[in-house]
């Protein structure tokens, strides 16, 4: 897939105020940034711009403050962290927007950085107010997206914004992801298999559809595997259902086992518990003896050795959501497999596509993001582009000429 708008490498920064679109929505605990993940992630850009002479105005949301201010959801965590990480000082601006943050972003020099405070403190970004755009616009000269995780969202610092800018560029990082998922849709090696997880179905539905025509085997896991289940005519006790899903899985089921469209395997097995907790008891049985008191919180080995020569011989593996409830042992075992077979499939040569959130997180829980191919950061933003919906973040950006 050809990536047809503008990056950083062809817009001139010396001297110039870059404003960057960042997606630093990072988890805090304590007051401090517990996961850097995509701080890091974003490094590269902002030490080319850096390099180059740029001064850069950062901006980036956290967290879900429903438009109003919360102390707990401030970035000056962040910019703490940032300034460790780059080396070098991050001036932090109280507002996104107002006299105090123009003032910093004029007293920026070259190679100098500033991080606004968390833009959904301000009504207008989730809006994409036009009077919120105008006013981030003035902080910078030249305007760069590199949050590919907030990509799919109209929000004034991805698409107002960009009104007011002659030349919108996007980042290494947006640039990577775009290309990793890009050439995944467009012009896959094959054998190609796509892996789906997650609790519900609902929000993979498209990604099944968009999916299933150009991928060799479709697996499906997680608690939607069971909405699948129950429409192939298994009981399936206390685990989660999807009643209103039902018939959209039996056709998907059925077009399948019709030849039309990769052959979508399910669970043969599960791991059964009386409630979600950590280290209670459990039992693994087939998917025809789920009992009906209990709910199926993993897949079973039996599943994952089926599975394992299909994610062993494959070209390309996209893999988004867990086969269970990663977080609470003994419902991780699956989800901590799956991502092994992927990693040594990686190994010996295929791509390996991790389509961010909850796989991202379990992948770099157990440390082998470094042995995939590429992890996404934005979990939302690859789904909508896996279903094949263009993303506003990307279309605002500039094509090239």
Not at 137 to 163: K, P
Not at 331 to 356: H, K, P, Y
């Amino acid at each position: 897939m050809t990536f047809n708008k503008l990056t950083i490498d062809d817009i001139e920064v010396s001297g110039r105020r870059v404003l960057i679109r960042v997606d630093f929505n990072v988890p805090l605990a304590d007051g401090e940034v517990s996961d850097s993940t995509r701080i890091e992630a974003t490094l590269p850009t902002l030490r080319r711009l850096m390099e180059r002479g740029g001064r850069l105005v950062l901006m980036s949301h956290l967290g879900r403050p429903k438009g109003g201010i919360d102390p707990a959801l401030s970035l000056r965590p962040v910019a703490e962290r940032l300034q460790g990480m780059l080396g070098s000082p991050v001036v932090f601006a109280g507002s996104c927007v107002g006299e105090e943050s123009l003032e910093a972003a004029s007293r920026l020099d070259d190679r100098g950085v500033m991080l606004l405070e968390n833009l959904r403190f301000n009504p207008g970004e989730e809006a994409n107010d036009p009077e919120f755009s105008k006013a981030l616009a003035g902080l910078g000269e030249v305007y760069v997206n590199d949050a590919f995780g907030s990509a799919h969202r109209a929000h004034a610092s991805t698409v107002g914004v960009t009104r007011h800018f002659n030349q919108c560029a996007a980042g290494y990082l947006m640039a990577r992801e775009l290309e990793y998922l890009g050439n995944a849709l467009a012009d896959p090696a094959h054998p190609f298999v796509a892996v789906l997880g997650g609790a519900k179905i609902s929000g993979k539905i498209d990604v099944i559809e968009a999916l299933r025509m150009k991928v060799d085997h479709l697996l499906i896991g997680g608690g939607m595997a069971f909405t699948f289940l129950a429409a192939r005519g298994y009981r399936v006790g206390e685990s989660l259902l999807d009643e209103e899903r039902l018939d959209m899985a039996k056709n998907l089921l059925e077009a399948a086992e019709a030849g039309r469209g990769a052959p979508i395997h399910l669970p043969v097995d599960v791991v059964v518990a009386e409630k979600m907790e950590p280290d209670v008891p459990y039992q693994v049985v087939p998917v025809d003896a789920i009992p009906g008191d209990m709910a199926g919180f993993d897949i079973g080995n039996a599943t994952l050795e089926q599975w394992r020569p299909m994610i062993g011989s494959a070209q390309t593996i996209v893999w988004n959501g867990p086969l269970g409830v990663f977080e609470i042992p003994p419902f991780n075992a699956a989800t901590v497999e799956l991502a092994r077979m992927i990693a040594d499939a990686t190994d010996r040569g295929a791509i390996s596509i991790i389509g961010g959130g909850d796989s991202a997180a379990a992948v770099a829980a157990i440390e082998l993001t470094d042995r995939m191919s590429h992890v996404s950061t934005g979990g939302g933003a690859s789904l909508e582009f896996l279903e094949g919906n263009e993303l506003p973040g990307v279309a605002a950006l500039s094509d090239c000429r």
